[in-house]
């Protein structure tokens, strides 16, 4: 049986938020527990954060360590897992050069993503108007660099949200492509989805699509107690649930979708006093029973929002614990980070040798020779 590797990461554009957590970052801790992997590599990706963000390094810069804190306190673990800064890894620049000549201009303009992200960033309005605007060459091709950062490391599992499934499929395509052409040395990975539809695409507090660092409408890991609270008395619901005695919608209300990607049964148990109030009392064992009274009215939104709020305390608390204390040993955090780069760099610079030798531009290699 082949070796079993995961390669994931984030851009460092922020802090992250609960949307990375259900769609990505809650599963690969999971992964790296099971000890059924033989190699796992989270990828801070500032070089990939830079393609959209070139007149703001100092925001990139200061997000490395706030994601790095992040990791650790989610729960990665730096003696299972390699965390490693990709712009400190030149062999996956020059992989990437090598991929450019196997995809076409045509392939990227299709990708789903890619044109929703122009569009959010304003990218694709007139040149001519502005000479600001217009897609940076790198942002459009970041496609290709992915590629890149994973098959550098040989990934067979690529743990992400729903939004990078484009990207795994034009890995996949520049990994049959290489092979065919050059020598089969690239490995294809596959994309390993979150198993919860509310995880795969985690709707912003404002009931906006997505959770985006971009957008403004997330709660972040390290939010304290208090701004975790206001967030979600603010959040968007059902419109149309004006009074109690109403009855609401929960597809497409995000209060729910953030209980459907949190909530267990055993925090009924835990907190069932948030469906007791002065004018009504709801006895709930599991979620489907709060949906059902909310569809059928006579729940208001306060009580399920206060539901929500506790929920979501009891899984960043131990979070906040882990990072403060973290926080309060930066240069261990540096070390975690200069050590899986050294580690990542080995891999990666393996599987460039393997490359070039693929496509004999090896030439001062002995059975590489020019003559
Ligand atoms: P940016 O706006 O800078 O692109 P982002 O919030 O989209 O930031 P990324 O760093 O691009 O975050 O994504 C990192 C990982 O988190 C990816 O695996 C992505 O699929 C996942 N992810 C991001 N946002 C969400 C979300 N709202 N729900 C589920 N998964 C998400
Ligand atoms: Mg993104």
Redesign the pocket.
Known sequence: MGRKVIL?G??P?GRL?I??Y???LRRRVELQDSGTFDDIFVMIADAQ?LTDNADNPGKIRDSILQVALDYLAAGLDPAKTHIFIQSQISELTELTFFYNNLVTVQRLQRNPTVKAEIQMRGFNEDVAQDNKAGIPVGFFCYPISQAADITAFKATVVP?????EPMLEQTREIVRKFNATYAPVLVEPEILLPDNAS????PGTDGKA?????LGNCIYLSDDAPTVSAKVRGMYTDPNHLQVSDPGKVEGNPVFTYLDAFCRDEHFEKFGACFQGRKASFEFHNLDEVKAQYRAGGLGDVMVKNFLDAVLQDTLQPMRERRARFEQDLPYVVEVLRQGTEAARAVAAQTLAEVKRAMRINYFEPEGGLI
């Open positions: 994931t984030d851009r554009t938020h949307g990375h259900v769609g990505s954060a992400v949200g729903e939004d990078q995880c795969m695409r985690l997505k959770m985006s660092k971009s």
